[in-house]
């Protein structure tokens, strides 16, 4: 469920035009999620654009969040069940670096799920 849910999720970061979208296998080195999905927004905008097509996105398929928070800030999160979505903008990103905090986890390669 989980893959399929964040192969959702990544298309949608695609097809609205995300830059750099990372998908992070945690589910060996944490029990707070099986990925993660990471991608930036080229505005404040377009963080509330991608997150609001992902919710919107999903919610056709009945499918709600668990949870959203930071909707006001460069970086918005969003928990799906196992998926947890991570949308900033690039400084917020690079402060961040959740890339490094969770460098022992495995990285997928999302050409798989883009068209």
């Known amino acids: 469920m989980s ?3 964040t192969k959702k999720i990544v298309k949608v970061l695609d097809d609205k035009l995300a830059r750099d979208i990372e ?6 080195v944490t029990i707070v999620a099986d ?3 990471i991608a930036t927004a ?3 905008t377009h963080v509330r654009a991608l997150a609001d097509e992902i919710e919107y996105q999903l919610e056709q398929e009945d499918i ?3 949870h959203i928070e930071g909707r006001a800030t460069g970086w918005v999160l969003m928990q799906y069940g196992g998926v ?4 900033f903008l690039e400084d917020s990103r690079q402060y961040y670096n959740l890339e490094r905090l969770w460098d022992d986890a495995s990285k997928i390669d999302i050409s ?3 068209d």
């Open 3 to 5: 893959l399929e849910l």
């Open 64 to 66: 709600r969040p668990d």
């Open 84 to 87: 947890v979505v991570h949308i």
């Open 42 to 44: 080229n505005s404040n």
């Open 112 to 114: 798989q799920f883009i």
């Open 35 to 37: 990925y993660f999905v």
């Open 23 to 28: 998908v992070i296998k945690t589910e060996e």
